[in-house]
């Protein structure tokens, strides 16, 4: 349950147009519901300021539209994650207020508009166009939030004048989100030229010694610019997330 809804819930047990009773059935499915598949923590976005998030990859469709319907049937905005295209059409013929990115593998269910933050946008970088899912996850995971993105694509390493065209505008941003494949260098560029918090993502892009994202995750965790955060591979939802924790919530 929403921290809204909880105080909006007491106020109006106080204010005496809401019986005990009834605040008690509302309250029945803290903290978590057993849906057999599932079992649905509720009492998440009190702990953290976000609502469970559905990871799509390994559920079917009957699954991800069950768990969806929980979290939106509590007043919760749902999120999924790795959702194919195919996934994403039969959620979405089970559950119409499904809405599906392709390009970002994510389906979310608004309930209700997500507050905007106060903080100033945050950038995310990407050092090529196949980092582009990666990147748009990401973008996703941080609108879910609340939190403003300003995308800042294909300015990696092979074409260094193409990113230092973007510096200044890059310095506004109040964290930055940088995906790369490859060697994964670009993080270590961003950081050694920005102070706000830089979130690194390695990808799976590239071949050969690229080992599937490996490299570019061991070149982002030895980097020379210090405080850069990293997160795992293709990881687009956990670096918003890192960012989130970092961010005023107000």
């Known amino acids: 349950m929403e921290p809204r809804l909880v105080r909006e819930l007491l106020e109006r047990v106080r204010t005496g147009e809401t019986a005990i009773e009834e605040a008690l059935e509302a309250l029945r499915g803290l903290p978590f519901r057993d849906l057999g598949v599932a079992t649905v923590d509720h009492h998440r976005a009190l702990r953290q300021g976000v609502p469970e998030v559905i990871f799509g990859e390994g559920k079917t469709p009957e699954q991800i539209a069950l768990i969806a319907q929980e979290i939106s049937g509590a007043g919760q905005n749902v999120?999924?994650?790795?959702?194919?295209?195919?996934?994403?059409?039969?959620?979405?013929?089970?559950?119409?207020a499904f809405r599906y990115v392709p390009l970002a593998r994510t389906g979310s269910v608004e309930v209700a508009p997500t507050p905007k933050r106060a903080a100033g946008p945050v950038a995310v970088v990407t050092a090529g166009t196949s980092d582009l899912p990666v990147a748009e996850e990401a973008i996703e995971t941080l609108r879910a939030v609340g939190l403003e993105s300003k995308r800042m694509y294909d300015v990696g390493?092979?074409?260094?004048?193409?990113?230092?065209?973007?510096?200044?505008?890059?310095?506004?941003?109040?964290?930055?989100?940088?995906?790369?494949?490859?060697?994964?260098?670009?993080?270590?560029?961003?950081?050694?030229?920005?102070?706000?918090?830089?979130?690194?993502?390695?990808?799976?892009?590239?071949?050969?010694?690229?080992?599937?994202?490996?490299?570019?995750?061991?070149?982002?965790?030895?980097?020379?610019?210090?405080?850069?955060?990293?997160?795992?591979?293709?990881?687009?939802?956990?670096?918003?997330?890192?960012?989130?924790?970092?961010?005023?919530?107000?």
């Open 79 to 96: 999120l999924a994650t790795r959702v194919d295209a195919a996934k994403g059409a039969a959620v979405a013929s089970l559950l119409p």
């Open 157 to 250: 390493v092979a074409g260094l004048h193409r990113f230092l065209h973007r510096v200044e505008e890059l310095r506004q941003a109040s964290a930055v989100i940088v995906v790369a494949g490859m060697e994964g260098a670009l993080p270590s560029v961003v950081g050694g030229l920005v102070a706000a918090p830089v979130v690194a993502v390695p990808t799976a892009v590239g071949y050969g010694a690229a080992l599937g994202g490996f490299t570019a995750l061991f070149s982002m965790l030895t980097s020379c610019a210090s405080g850069i955060a990293v997160v795992n591979i293709d990881s687009g939802f956990g670096a918003a997330m890192v960012v989130h924790r970092m961010l005023p919530k107000a």
